[in-house]
């Protein structure tokens, strides 16, 4: 690769990640803040004290899908109330429980994450060098990938960016992030809802199992699918008018 054209677009994946790093310091905390506070009222007011809410995901994004864990000693009628008053929160795409013991329902996979994973087992979505614009040959997978999708849509589904240890760290997931959202419109061009759709880059921090970091074969789209409550568009997901 040329070496102007590999600073340049180093760059410019750096200055994305620091105008996304400023756009989430300015505004996710203060929304999600907003969110935590009503859930946590919601909550208590249903009889719900000892659960807990989590509106950060596993890669520690801000997220308006709060998953539920604790208060092992509630009945089950008072988990699933505490649940839906939750999830009636104007803003709140969803909620789902994590598994913390004593018979509390999981967060669970569903069928279609593994057709996605079928698909893409033997090939790629693929990029230009450098850059997030999907390369036309992939357009093909990419219909096989919605239409996988197409059963799971009311659940989350998380499309995850990775790529190889290669280069500047800050560059490589501010690359991954920008990838994950370039599918994640190109699915939405394909009938899969935006509401349910979240994308995030992780850069190279995790490699495929028992593979050297440095590998190509790294560079990936991964997609997770979660139960989740039916998600309904919200103002921040929903643009306005012009």
């Known amino acids: 690769m040329n070496p102007r054209r590999a600073s340049i677009a180093a760059a410019g994946a750096a200055l994305c990640l620091a105008l996304s790093f400023a756009a989430s310091r300015l505004y996710g905390p203060v929304f999600i803040e907003e969110l935590e506070r009503k859930a946590a009222a919601a909550r208590d007011a249903a009889g719900g004290q000892g659960i807990e809410l989590a509106f950060r995901d596993r890669y520690g994004w801000y997220t ?3 998953i539920l864990s604790g208060g092992n000693k509630l009945d089950t009628a008072t988990r699933t109330r505490v649940a839906a008053a939750v999830a009636e929160i104007p803003g709140i795409g969803g ?3 994590a598994r913390d013991g004593e018979g509390v329902p999981a967060v669970t996979t569903l069928h279609c994450q593994d057709d996605v994973q ?3 087992r033997t ?3 693929r990029f230009s060098e450098a850059s997030a614009r999907i390369d036309p040959a992939s357009e093909r997978l990419l219909d096989e990938v919605a ?3 197409r059963p799971c849509v009311g659940s989350i589904i998380a499309v995850t960016g990775h790529t190889d240890g290669v280069g500047n760290n800050e560059a490589n997931v501010a690359l991954s992030r920008a990838r994950a959202e370039a599918v994640r419109w190109a699915l939405v061009g394909r009938g899969i809802p935006a509401d349910g759709l979240r994308a995030t880059g992780v850069g190279s921090r995790d490699p495929i199992p028992g593979l050297d970091p440095l590998d190509p074969a790294n560079r990936r789209i991964e997609f997770s699918v979660i139960t989740s409550a039916p ?3 919200t103002p ?3 643009p306005g008018p012009g």
């Open 64 to 66: 308006r899908h709060p």
């Open 95 to 97: 909620v789902s429980w």
């Open 118 to 120: 079928t698909i893409l």
């Open 123 to 125: 090939r790629t979505i």
């Open 147 to 149: 239409h996988a999708l």
């Open 231 to 233: 998600v309904k568009p």
């Open 236 to 238: 921040i997901d929903t």
